[in-house]
């Protein structure tokens, strides 16, 4: 996929996220292998108590995304403790 297309799909989830920083999962600092990795969208510092609602207000975002791309995404969500735990460098040096 042209880094283009996935530039643009990030921006238009990112305008649309509700200020939660999102990225590409990135293999670099991101643990685990799953189907779908390459295309997964990761959400830091979501609320467990407002992830489900976040997911179900992105729904149409999702789908114009996946339009964009030509195939299936998947969204990971970090809670503000994991986002802490794991990826607070991440998001200070590289998200907003």
Do not use: C
Request: glycine share 6%; hydrophobic share 40%.
């Amino acid at each position: 996929m042209a880094a283009g297309v996935r530039a643009a799909v990030l921006a238009f989830v990112q305008s649309r996220s509700e200020d939660y920083p999102v990225r590409w999962v990135d293999e670099l600092t991101s643990k685990g292998d799953f189907d779908g990795r390459e295309y997964a969208l990761e959400f830091f510092s979501v609320p467990a108590s407002e992830q489900s609602a976040l997911r179900r207000r992105l729904r149409p975002v999702r789908k114009e995304a996946e339009d964009m791309l030509g195939r299936p995404i998947v969204l990971v969500f970090h809670t503000p403790e994991a986002t802490a735990k794991h990826y607070e460098g991440v998001v200070r040096q590289n998200l907003r």
